[in-house]
Structures are given as C-alpha cells and as structure tokens.
C-alpha cells in the first residue's frame, strides 16, 4: 500500500495518490495531469479510479482530463448529477484497488453530494478515511457553498453536516487517519489547523465541532456562525466541475504565447484584456506597465485572483517573472481563469527598453507614515485587512475596505480623497492600491509595512470589545 498527499500550498489543496499492486487511485486532482500521470508512470502503475468526494468550489479539479489522459474512471458519491459521464456509487459501494478496497460513505453537509472514501487496507483493516470538506483538521466545512437547490438552507445543510459526522465518521475507529481536502488558509472552513492530517481520535480531542454531548442545535449554531460571504468566483468555480471545461493542453496552448511589447500592446487593446501583473509587491510599485493590477505569485495567487476577478471568461495578459509566465497560467486555469491570451516576452525590462510609458504607485514605510502624521495630525487611511482582522486592532482614524469586496464597496470611498493604504505586510494593499489607481483614484500613498509595527510607533489604534463578554474580539 503507498498513501502520497499532494499538498499545494496557494490553493492549501490536499489531493491523493494511492496505490496498491499496479493499480492507483487519484483523490481530487487538480487542473494539471502531469503530477499524477508522472507518480503511476514512475512506480509503473495504471490509474485505475479518479474519486471526488464533492463540487469543488475553490478550484477546478482535472477528473476530466485525467480520465481522459489515463483511462481512468470518474467516481461521485451519490447526488452528483453531472453533464459528462461518471459512475455515481451508492453509500456503501465498495472499490477494489490492488489488495485494497475503498468504501463510499455518503457524508452530505458541506453540499449534498460530499462523500467521504473510506480506505480498507491489505488486512482488512479501517486505515484511513479522505474527508474532502466534510471533515477538516480542526474544524469542518462551511455549510452555505451549495448551489442553491430549492429552499435548501445553510442550517438545513448544517444538520445533514451534524448527522454525518455522528453516523457515519465518529463511529469509526480512533486510529483511522483523517486525510482532508484543505488546511489552513482555505476560504472552505472557518478555522482550519495548519496540519494537513490527524487521526480520528485526536480529532474527536481537539476539534469543536466533534465534541462530546454537543447538540444538533448547538453544532448548527456554532458552525453557521460568523461566515464571511464566499468568493464570487466559488459558485463558478462549482458549476464548471459539475458541467465540464475546456482542456487544459489548449488553455496552456493559448495562454503561455510570448508577446513583445508591440504584439502585447495590439493584443491588450484589441481585446480589452486585463492586464495581470505578477512580480513582487516591492518590483511592481516601482514600475508597471500603466493600468496593471498586481496580483502577486508569491501571495495566496489563486484565491485572489478569484475574489477580485469578477468574469472567468476575461481575455487575461500576464506580466511575470521570466521563466514562471507558465507557472502564471496554470496557476490561473486551477481557478477557471482560462482566457490567457500570452504573456510579456521579456517581462517588464523589455517594457521599458522599448521606451513605452511606465506607472508608479507611490509607497512608503512606517516611519515615513509616523512622520507624516506627526506633522500633519490625522491623515484618511484605508484599511484592507479583513473586517475580524480591522475589528481587533486598527489606527483610529481608518476606513475598512476589505480586498475580497473592494469591486463591490468602491463606491463607498472618495474619488476626489487622497488616501494612504495598509493592510498587514503590504502585499494586500498593493493589490488595492493597482486596482483603484487602474480604475482612476488619485494620490494613494501605498504603506508597505508590518501592522504589527504602527503600536509600537505610539499610534493610537482601537480595539473592539465584545459588548457582551468584555472580551477582546
């Protein structure tokens, strides 16, 4: 028996290889068939199954390339109703992999369809379960991802969530292994563990929502509580997995085109394409091609580009680092983001060695920021944190404007306002600053500093206090 957890950590996307005499198992796949295809070729294996414990909504998952590269059979637990062809198994259905077997427990919650996949090994014995978002280390997934199928609500979702985890997961023995689908960072959960596997029983010790004598009504009102909206791009996301997508081959055939700067220039405006510039946080507010929004490779790539894109169709032109403009494109496609139409052939440098205009984003550190506002009293600041992370601690005369809704509460700021942007290391507001300077907004001061830093300076900031409690937020 060989277990292998393929962890990406933009997306903190756990997929699965499993194997047992030659033949192997793929768990939710990502876009990109290689990492699988590579796996079964080097340890001569064929894969046989591609199971998928739900419609994911953070990713586009690559079942239907995979099958289509290797043979191999798309598995849905029951209730995924599909437009391409799979085998739907009943609760309980067996697979044989090898001297392996792997069990289908329908563990509905998260959406109607989660399934968990019990894994039984060479002995028969309960080794390991793939929990998908049903179950996570540290918490379970969000009950409100579904798309909508008649009065179906969150709570009604969380109570097929709380019966799941009690008949079908926690009987199971303590020592079964908890592979779940996503770890900290992931938008699925509310308060994932950084580990990305556990056993039952520590799970049964430590996780909230596994809690001895915990009622139905106490578990829906827990787990629906305090949910942020969802990213817009989630229910696209769902709804591509569900009916089928374009090939990856072509969308890499299309989207790692090298332009020079004339060609990406014609290209830009004859299709109104965004252009997506990846660099560093410190590379971009140096210089960029004028009207790019940054976006940055080395940040959370993927889900930011999915909360702050609104069209998966949008023609797309990348400004990369050299040598990673295909690492850009596939990274955009695991989110649906599959009109790339190429990139800048020798990145920015080439930009400006052909004499075309270059932008800057005005930035600034801490101690330029404490000087400013020494001598100048108050200034207009624009928080881009999240609203738990703004509630908790922030300077006193700021504005929250979280990144995930700035398209949707733009409106909410003035145009005619100079302001200066933070959020906790710069990375978010860079991203914040390139939007609203792209969309017209004027004298943005860009503070590229570590939040943690303004208290010390002997700002005054504001703490929210929990009105019931006294507790600190």
Same mark, same amino acid.
């Given at each position: 028996?060989?277990?292998?957890? !393929?962890?990406?950590?933009?997306?903190?996307?756990?997929?699965?290889?499993?194997?047992?005499?030659?033949?192997?198992?793929?768990?939710?796949?990502?876009?990109?068939?290689?990492?699988?295809?590579?796996?079964?070729?080097?340890?001569?294996?064929?894969?046989?199954?591609?199971?998928?414990?739900?419609?994911?909504?953070?990713?586009?998952?690559? +079942?239907?390339?995979?099958?289509?590269?290797?043979?191999?059979? =798309? !598995?849905?637990?029951? @209730?995924?109703?599909?437009?391409?062809?799979?085998?739907?198994?009943?609760?309980?259905?067996?697979?044989?992999?090898?001297?392996?077997?792997?069990?289908?427990?329908?563990?509905?919650?998260?959406?109607?369809?989660?399934?968990?996949?019990?894994?039984?090994?060479?002995?028969?014995?309960?080794?390991?379960?793939?929990?998908?978002?049903?179950?996570? !280390?540290?918490?379970?997934?969000?009950?409100?991802?579904?798309?909508?199928?008649?009065?179906?609500?969150? @709570?009604?979702?969380?109570?097929?969530?709380?019966?799941?985890?009690?008949?079908? =997961?926690?009987?199971?023995?303590?020592?079964?292994?908890?592979?779940?689908?996503?770890?900290?960072?992931?938008?699925?959960?509310?308060?994932?563990?950084?580990?990305?596997?556990?056993?039952?029983?520590?799970?049964?010790?430590?996780?909230?929502?596994?809690?001895?004598?915990?009622?139905?009504?106490?578990?829906?009102?827990?787990?629906?509580?305090?949910?942020?909206?969802?990213?817009?791009?989630?229910?696209?996301?769902?709804?591509?997995?569900?009916?089928?997508?374009?090939?990856?081959?072509?969308?890499?055939?299309?989207?790692?085109?090298?332009?020079?700067?004339?060609?990406?220039?014609?290209?830009?405006?004859?299709?109104?394409?965004?252009?997506?510039?990846?660099?560093?946080?410190?590379?971009?507010?140096?210089?960029?091609?004028?009207?790019?929004?940054? !976006?940055?490779?080395?940040?959370?790539?993927?889900?930011?580009?999915?909360?702050?894109?609104?069209?998966?169709?949008?023609?797309?032109?990348?400004?990369?680092?050299?040598?990673?403009?295909?690492?850009?494109?596939?990274?955009?496609?695991?989110?649906?983001?599959?009109?790339?139409?190429?990139?800048?052939?020798?990145?920015?440098?080439?930009?400006?060695?052909?004499?075309?205009?270059?932008?800057?984003?005005?930035?600034?550190? =801490?101690?330029?920021?404490?000087?400013?506002?020494?001598?100048?009293?108050?200034?207009?600041?624009?928080?881009?944190?999240?609203?738990?992370?703004?509630?908790?601690?922030?300077? @006193?005369?700021?504005?929250?404007?979280?990144?995930?809704?700035?398209?949707? +509460?733009? +409106?909410?700021?003035?145009?005619?306002?100079?302001?200066?942007?933070?959020?906790?290391?710069?990375?978010?507001?860079?991203?914040?600053?390139?939007?609203?300077?792209?969309?017209?907004?004027?004298?943005?001061?860009?503070?590229?500093?570590?939040?943690?830093?303004?208290?010390?300076?002997?700002?005054?900031?504001?703490?929210?206090?929990?009105?019931?409690?006294?507790?600190?937020?």
């Amino acid at each position: 028996m060989y277990i292998e957890q !393929i962890y990406t950590g933009c997306l903190a996307q756990g997929a699965y290889y499993i194997e047992s005499e030659g033949e192997a198992a793929v768990i939710d796949p990502l876009r990109e068939t290689a990492p699988y295809l590579d796996r079964a070729t080097a340890r001569n294996a064929q894969i046989k199954y591609i199971f998928e414990t739900h419609f994911h909504a953070d990713f586009v998952s690559g +079942h239907l390339d995979l099958a289509k590269e290797s043979g191999a059979q =798309i !598995i849905y637990g029951p @209730e995924a109703e599909t437009a391409y062809e799979k085998h739907l198994a009943k609760d309980g259905e067996e697979f044989s992999l090898g001297k392996l077997k792997i069990r289908v427990l329908h563990t509905p919650g998260h959406t109607p369809e989660s399934t968990t996949y019990l894994l039984i090994d060479e002995q028969g014995k309960e080794h390991a379960i793939f929990t998908g978002d049903t179950l996570f !280390i540290g918490d379970v997934g969000r009950p409100d991802l579904a798309q909508k199928k008649g009065s179906l609500t969150k @709570e009604d979702l969380a109570g097929w969530l709380f019966d799941s985890l009690r008949n079908k =997961i926690m009987p199971l023995p303590d020592d079964v292994i908890v592979y779940p689908a996503h770890g900290a960072g992931s938008a699925c959960g509310k308060n994932m563990s950084s580990e990305t596997w556990s056993t039952l029983g520590q799970q049964k010790e430590t996780n909230y929502a596994l809690r001895a004598n915990m009622t139905r009504d106490e578990f829906i009102a827990e787990v629906t509580d305090g949910l942020l909206p969802p990213p817009q791009y989630f229910a696209k996301n769902a709804k591509l997995n569900k009916q089928g997508y374009e090939a990856i081959n072509e969308v890499m055939e299309r989207g790692a085109r090298p332009l020079p700067p004339a060609a990406f220039e014609t290209v830009a405006n004859e299709h109104g394409a965004l252009l997506l510039d990846v660099r560093s946080k410190e590379e971009f507010v140096r210089g960029f091609v004028p009207n790019s929004i940054f !976006i940055g490779l080395d940040g959370s790539f993927a889900p930011w580009v999915g909360a702050l894109i609104q069209d998966l169709r949008q023609p797309i032109l990348i400004i990369a680092p050299e040598g990673r403009e295909e690492e850009t494109v596939t990274r955009l496609a695991r989110v649906g983001y599959d009109n790339a139409l190429g990139y800048l052939e020798g990145g920015f440098a080439a930009w400006q060695a052909a004499g075309y205009q270059v932008d800057q984003i005005e930035t600034i550190g =801490i101690d330029e920021f404490v000087n400013l506002r020494k001598d100048n009293g108050e200034l207009p600041v624009l928080d881009v944190r999240k609203p738990n992370e703004w509630e908790a601690e922030h300077l @006193e005369e700021s504005q929250n404007l979280p990144l995930d809704f700035i398209n949707a +509460h733009m +409106h909410e700021i003035d145009r005619d306002q100079a302001y200066y942007l933070h959020c906790r290391s710069g990375y978010r507001s860079t991203v914040a600053a390139s939007i609203l300077q792209a969309r017209g907004f004027e004298g943005l001061v860009n503070v590229q500093a570590n939040f943690a830093n303004f208290n010390p300076q002997g700002l005054p900031t504001t703490t929210f206090v929990c009105p019931s409690t006294g507790a600190e937020n």
